[in-house]
Nanobody, 131 residues
């Protein structure tokens, strides 16, 4: 059974930091891309960051570039999202998701943060940034 379990969310003041974790199980981790998405109240779910578990390539939404860093520990089947310089507009439920690298092929290069390529989703973790 595929499982993605997020942790590390919480309440933080603007300018602070949090590190989210996504623990994966039930699939061949190295064959998948892991993405972080977020959804604020009343808004659509948006892609935040992506990492290929195969070659370590990464991608970020413009809104988080320079502030967020995604990394992967393949030995632990875990992906992290280090979030620094947090802003109130980063407040959202953060989800990790997994998509098969070889099923979607070149689409990962074209749009790595497209939700269509992610087949498995976690339950989410709340991040709240106070001003």
């Amino acid at each position: 059974e595929v499982q993605l379990v997020e942790s590390g969310g919480g309440l933080v003041q603007a300018g602070g930091s949090l590190r989210l974790s996504c623990a994966a199980s039930g699939f061949t981790f190295d064959d998948y891309a892991i993405g972080w998405f977020r959804q604020a109240p009343g808004k659509e779910r948006e892609g935040v960051s992506y990492i290929s578990s195969s070659d370590g390539s990464t991608n970020y939404a413009d809104s988080v570039k320079g502030r967020f860093t995604i990394s992967s520990d393949n030995a632990k089947n875990t992906v992290y999202l280090q979030m620094n310089s947090l802003k109130p507009e980063d407040t959202a439920v953060y989800y990790c998701a997994a998509g098969h690298l070889y099923t979607y092929g070149r689409r990962w290069r074209e749009d790595p943060l497209s939700r269509e390529q992610y087949d498995h989703w976690g339950q989410g973790t709340q991040v709240t940034v106070s001003s």
